[in-house]
Each structure stands twice: as structure tokens, then as C-alpha cells.
């Protein structure tokens, strides 16, 4: 699951936006569901106001935060385990076997912006961290940086 501000993005039947009642004596109001947001075994993730996905097979989608409405798609190289980060004004994916996809999102589509090849099994969600991203795979523990 994942939060932004008092809304619960949370991965079931695809994504289900709840806002938990204060208290707690009640169940969540849910907000929205949408099951072609369904995001596999990677996390979702907020970035700029929009809930992004990736599904296994490498679909992201970039969804509405408020109606959960699909803004849209791009299909990426795949498959993937590891949750994508987002950071600078982009969304950073690495696949299992180890190629890095970087995507610049926009409001009406997303671009890719560059790859490269780590060439080890990554199953495990990269960190940001000092303008760099950190990406542990079977083998290494990598520093990407300018």
C-alpha cells in the first residue's frame, strides 16, 4: 500500500482508494476502485499528484490519484518483482534481469529516457538516496550517479 495525504492506495481487485474514518470505530470510506491498475507483485507508487503501477509483464500504468481514472500506458521490458522509485522528474524500473528503464512521465504519456544493463538478477526495489540510486541485484550492490 502506499499514502498520500489521507488516502490509502492499496492493492486489492487492482487498486482500492480508501480514507480511513477518524477514530478508527468505522470501516474506511472507500473512494475508488480499478482493477486495470492491478500492479502484480511491485508496489504502487505515488509521484506528482499521479498513482503509477507496473504489472509483471511490464505494463505502467499512470492513473488520476482522485478517480483512479487510467491517464495513461506504457510498456516497458519485463517482467518485474522489484517496485519502481521515482526521483528528479523520473520514474526508475529494473527488471529481473537486470536492465534499468528509466521513464520521463508526462500528464498525457510517459517516455522512455534511457536504459542500461546490469546484466544480474534484480528482484529487490532499488533506494534514492545523496543523488544517486542504489540497486542491489544477486551479485553487487550498484551506485548510479551522475
Do not use: M
Not at 49 to 58: D, E, K
Not at 78 to 97: M, R
Not at 113 to 137: C, F, H, K, Q, W
Amino acid at each position: 500500500s502506499v499514502v498520500r495525504g489521507n488516502t490509502v492506495f492499496v492493492p486489492s481487485h487492482g487498486i482500492t482508494a480508501l480514507r480511513p474514518v477518524p477514530g478508527g470505530e468505522s470501516a474506511p470510506e472507500l473512494l475508488w476502485q480499478q482493477s486495470s491498475l492491478a500492479p502484480s507483485t511491485a508496489s504502487p507508487f505515488v509521484y506528482d499528484s499521479h498513482l503509477f503501477t507496473v504489472n509483471r509483464a511490464g505494463v505502467v500504468a499512470c492513473a488520476d490519484l482522485k478517480t483512479g481514472k487510467r491517464l495513461w500506458q506504457l510498456r516497458l521490458k519485463g517482467p518485474f518483482t522489484s517496485s519502481p522509485v521515482a526521483a528528479g522528474g523520473h520514474l526508475f524500473f529494473f527488471n529481473e534481469k537486470g536492465l534499468g528503464q528509466v521513464v520521463k512521465p508526462g500528464a498525457k504519456s510517459g517516455t522512455i529516457a534511457g536504459e542500461g544493463d546490469l546484466g544480474e538478477t534484480i528482484l529487490a526495489t532499488p533506494a534514492i538516496a545523496n543523488g544517486a540510486v542504489y540497486v542491489r541485484s544477486d551479485g553487487h550492490l550498484w551506485k548510479i550517479a551522475k
